[in-house]
């Protein structure tokens, strides 16, 4: 069997020529005579590889010299924990809740310190972005937190929220690439790799050095602060040093695709097919409100529970996998992250118009 398309939310596609280079390289990395799994984080043809990786990312979003990158380990999820533990000087944070990840954070956050949810979409099943222009920001606030794409509802913020001068901390997993950033209206930009840019085992935090300090709250393990991370150059102990380099093929494929301007061309052009179908479908509904709609994931529904789960299942059938909806949502969602072609989405539409015509009596 070839390759089907993969429509995971995450872990999730990776572009075919950086999983051939990867293949090619397996037995015997560049005349080394081992695998990248095979060698010492120590060495130097490692070294070559995260110091390549981190400037490549460098260039591709642009990150100023004043902020750190760092390639940690634990998942996005560690990092509910390490924000607060590294950042919560007065123990004050503020949190929009759009989504499951965001209040994860939120949750995780009270246990080190007061987290206030200042707004929030769950009223409406997550289906929007709250308006952000004027929140109640706690004065003393360390940071406000933000899920900037909501990987399960298919919502991205398409303006940054007023944090009325606040620290800005955006999870950015699954949508971590996908377009151009600034990355100066931000403190922290955290997101796990396993989304959009690699292998599962690696999260990214691109974090600002004065956010950096040794002033942590009481008991933060070791191996949980910035600073230890940020001093070791990543390297403090082994890092997820395999995940690594794939990261590393992914950003240099990205550079050679053109970069994130291109990328978001590519990605807008890939979802406007989808939604543009969604809209004048009969059967298919888009759940989320037009202004907010995410362009990495697509969630969408028939309203009949029965003829969902047959879609799913003959749009498996046909070769168009992980379409089922995250398992609180229900449905259909479709991830279409840098990786999946226009062929791709294009091919998908096309079965959901051979779909509806089959099933409309
Ligand atoms: C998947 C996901 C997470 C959780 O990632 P883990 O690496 O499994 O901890 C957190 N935030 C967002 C936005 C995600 O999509």
């Not at 952000?132 to 399960?152: F, G, H, K, R, W």
């Not at 919502?155 to 377009?179: Q, R």
């Not at 600073?227 to 992914?250: E, M, Q, R």
Request: net charge neutral; with cysteine; proline share 4%.
């Amino acid at each position: 069997m070839g390759r089907v398309y993969n429509f995971s939310a995450g872990p999730a596609v990776l572009p075919e020529e950086v999983l051939k280079e990867a293949a090619d390289e397996m037995l015997d990395y560049k005349g080394t005579g081992m695998s990248v799994m095979e060698m010492s984080h120590r060495s130097k043809a490692y070294e070559e590889i995260i110091k390549t990786a981190e400037q490549d990312l460098r260039d591709l979003m642009n990150i100023p010299d004043n902020y750190k990158v760092l390639f940690l380990q634990g998942g996005a999820s560690q990092q509910f924990a390490m924000i607060p533990m590294n950042l919560m000087k007065n123990k004050v944070a503020d949190y929009i809740i759009t989504g499951q990840w965001a209040k994860k954070a939120y949750q995780e956050a009270q246990i080190y310190g007061k987290a206030n949810a200042i707004a929030s979409s769950a009223d409406k099943t997550f289906s929007y972005i709250p308006d952000c222009s004027d929140l109640p920001i706690s004065e003393d606030a360390d940071y406000v937190y933000i899920c900037e794409n909501n990987t399960i509802y298919g919502t991205k913020f398409k303006t940054l929220p007023n944090t009325k001068g606040k620290t800005l901390v955006a999870d950015v997993s699954s949508c971590f690439l996908s377009e151009p950033v600034d990355v100066t209206k931000y403190g922290v930009i955290y997101g796990g790799v396993q989304k959009n840019v690699g292998p599962a085992g690696v999260v990214i935090v691109i974090i600002r050095e004065d956010l950096i300090t040794e002033d942590t709250l009481p008991g933060t393990p070791t191996m949980l602060k910035y600073k230890v991370h940020a001093d070791n150059g990543s390297l403090y102990n082994t890092p997820p040093a395999y995940g690594i380099y794939i990261c590393g093929k992914v950003f240099k494929w990205l550079k050679k695709m053109g970069g994130l301007e291109v990328m978001k061309q590519r990605n807008e052009e890939k979802a406007k097919i989808l939604y543009d179908f969604l809209d004048e479908s009969k059967m298919f509904k888009g759940t989320v409100r037009k202004e907010d709609r995410s362009l990495m994931n697509v969630p969408f529904v028939t309203g009949d529970e029965e003829l969902d789960a047959k879609f799913v299942k003959e749009a498996k059938a046909a070769g168009f996998e992980n379409l089922k909806g995250h398992r609180t949502v229900g449905g259909m969602r479709a991830s279409i992250y840098n990786a999946m072609p226009k062929e791709g989405v294009e091919a998908l539409v096309e079965f959901m118009k051979k779909f509806e015509a089959e099933n409309t009596k």
